[in-house]
């Protein structure tokens, strides 16, 4: 399985999610610079974390008007699996690819640590190799990681099982807990943990593993005969 | 020249952190009045004459300055002034 990495300028947890892909899965993976990425034959984008053009304006939002978000919009179209984390989330959710918005954390600070999530669905792309209900325990690193929707766009999230993960204890104010969340079609996963930063035992959890355990077990068994 | 001057401000109902913080502080410097902060932002566009410069200030506000989701916008365009 071939993983592409996004880095734009102020990315900073590429190498992170990089070394997720590449040495603890153990499967290919490059890391694309935005201005010159051709995400064309890989079997999985990974948009990482970071401070994307220094946060200006809004977290994400001009790393939004790249040409290569018009590559992902084709690519969430066609159905590729993309995983954005942190910054990576809040590109995502600038660009329509997700709904609702990220605002600033309740209490006005960074944050740093693990969480306790809840894995809400298993029953996507990338959490079937989780139990339903299942508690991870995940790090966060954000300060505006406070999820935001309306009414409406929550009832729709909720109807359609896109919520994934939720915290055990809201660190951030987002709404009904939301730790990460899917498009409607569960091809697109954004999510302000870092699952990249929890892969092995020396990081304090390996429970973000299984994440991408879960991404190639799906791609194997659409992909590879008899595997 | 057009000076275009656009505001944006968090939508109703959308907690402002920034704002409470604000407004705490106003508070502990005595100004018991203050019921409520709204911390948004002001930009401001030096742009050619355009026949068009209300949609294409309408579209940037929509497209990028503002985030719908979270923000009201709102603008004016004035006469600008030669640097």
């Given at each position: 399985m071939k993983f592409?990495?996004?880095?734009?300028?102020g990315s900073n947890c590429d190498r992170d999610m990089y070394y997720a892909a590449k040495e603890v899965l153990g499967e290919e993976a490059d890391m694309l610079w935005?201005?010159?990425?051709?995400?064309?034959?890989?079997?999985?984008?990974?948009?990482p974390g970071g401070f994307s053009y220094g946060d200006y304006l809004?977290?994400?939002?001009?790393?939004?008007?790249?040409?290569?978000?018009?590559?992902?919009?084709?690519?969430?179209?066609?159905?590729?699996?993309?995983l954005g984390v942190c910054n990576g989330f809040q590109i995502l959710l600038e660009s329509g690819l997700l709904p609702g918005?990220?605002?600033?954390?309740?209490?006005?600070?960074?944050?740093?640590?693990?969480?306790?999530?809840?894995?809400?669905?298993?029953?996507?792309?990338?959490?079937?190799?989780?139990?339903?209900?299942?508690?991870v325990s995940i790090p966060i690193a954000h300060n505006e990681g406070n999820y935001y929707c309306d009414e409406e766009t929550l009832a729709s999230l909720r109807a359609n099982n896109q919520i994934v993960f939720t915290y055990q204890n809201n660190p951030n104010g987002s709404a009904a807990d939301i730790a990460g969340i899917t498009n409607k079609k569960g091809?697109?996963?954004?999510?302000?943990?870092?699952?990249?930063?929890?892969?092995?035992?020396?990081?304090?959890?390996?429970?973000?593993?299984?994440?991408?355990?879960?991404?190639?077990?799906?791609?194997?068994?659409?992909?590879v005969a008899g595997a | 020249m057009k000076l275009v001057k656009v505001h944006i401000t968090l939508k109703e109902g959308v907690l402002d952190p920034q704002g409470k913080a604000v407004q705490g502080s106003l508070n502990t410097l005595g100004y018991d009045n203050v019921q409520e902060v709204r911390v948004g932002k002001y930009l401001e566009l030096t742009v050619n004459d355009d026949a068009n410069i209300e949609?294409?200030?309408?579209?940037?506000?929509?497209?990028?300055?503002?985030?719908?989701v979270i923000e009201n916008y709102s603008y004016t365009v004035e006469e600008g002034v030669a640097q």
């Open positions: 592409a990495v996004v880095v734009f300028p935005y201005k010159d990425a051709n995400l064309d034959g890989y079997d999985a984008i990974l948009i809004r977290c994400g939002a001009i790393a939004s008007t790249s040409n290569v978000v018009n590559q992902l919009r084709a690519k969430a179209e066609a159905g590729v699996p993309i918005a990220l605002l600033r954390n309740k209490n006005l600070k960074f944050m740093c640590h693990f969480e306790n999530l809840v894995v809400e669905n298993n029953q996507t792309l990338f959490t079937s190799e989780y139990e339903e209900g299942e508690v091809n697109v996963l954004g999510m302000m943990p870092h699952p990249e930063r929890a892969v092995e035992a020396i990081l304090n959890s390996d429970d973000g593993l299984k994440l991408f355990q879960s991404m190639l077990a799906n791609w194997r068994e659409r992909y | 949609q294409e200030i309408e579209d940037m506000c929509s497209k990028l300055l503002a985030n719908p």
